[in-house]
Every structure is written in structure tokens, then in C-alpha cells.
């Protein structure tokens, strides 16, 4: 099963946890469900990785355990496969339309 991870980083670097995933990703020759996204800009970057087995995280130290719902709906593809990636975006961004347009629906009635 999946496991998503996160990590904030103001101003310090997260090479070091790109370079660890980078080999990880190789090693295990590129699996679908293994990424490394972002969000934000530099100073205010937030890191999310998914693994294959959630045994993998120990290699991250300072990443926490998130669960889909708080996943971001637009990120940054670092290291991972593009179309699973897109399969995976593409699918939040259609969840959150729904939710937004149901909510909008709702204000209308209620005015």
C-alpha cells in the first residue's frame, strides 16, 4: 500500500532527502506509485513523497505520515513518473471542481 509523506522546509535545503530518494527511486527501477512532489517556492517549500511500502519512510527522518485528503491539489513533480503523476493531479483537481461547484450550489440556494 501507499504511503504519502510530507516535510516542510523554510530556507534549509532538501537535497540531501532528494538525493536519498533519487537512489531509492533508481534502485528499485522507478516503481509508479513512488514520488517526490513540492509545493510553494523556495523559503517556504513543503515536500511530499510517496513510497511503495510504508517501511521505506525510516529513511526519511523528520517527514510525517499524511493521508490522501491532504494531499495538495497542484505540486511539482521532482522525481517520479510523469503519468502517473498527471493520473494522480489530474483526478484531485477534478475532485476539488466538484466540491467548489457543490458549494457554490449550495450558497445559491441558501440566498
Not at 501507499?2 to 522546509?9: A, D, E, M
Not at 511503495?52 to 493521508?67: C, D, I, M, T
Amino acid at each position: 500500500m501507499t504511503t504519502w509523506l510530507k516535510c516542510h522546509y523554510g530556507f534549509a535545503d532538501y537535497r540531501p532527502a532528494f538525493d536519498r530518494f533519487e537512489e531509492m527511486f533508481n534502485a528499485m527501477q522507478g516503481p509508479r506509485d513512488m514520488m517526490m512532489i513540492s509545493t510553494g517556492l523556495p523559503g517556504e517549500t513543503t515536500v511530499y513523497l510517496s513510497l511503495p511500502n510504508q517501511k521505506l519512510a525510516v529513511a526519511y527522518p523528520g517527514f510525517e505520515e499524511v493521508q490522501l485528503a491532504d494531499l495538495p491539489i497542484e505540486a511539482t513533480l521532482l522525481i517520479g513518473d510523469q503519468d502517473a503523476f498527471q493520473a494522480h493531479f489530474a483526478s484531485c483537481a477534478a475532485i476539488d471542481a466538484k466540491i467548489q461547484r457543490a458549494a457554490i450550489s449550495a450558497r445559491l440556494r441558501q440566498e
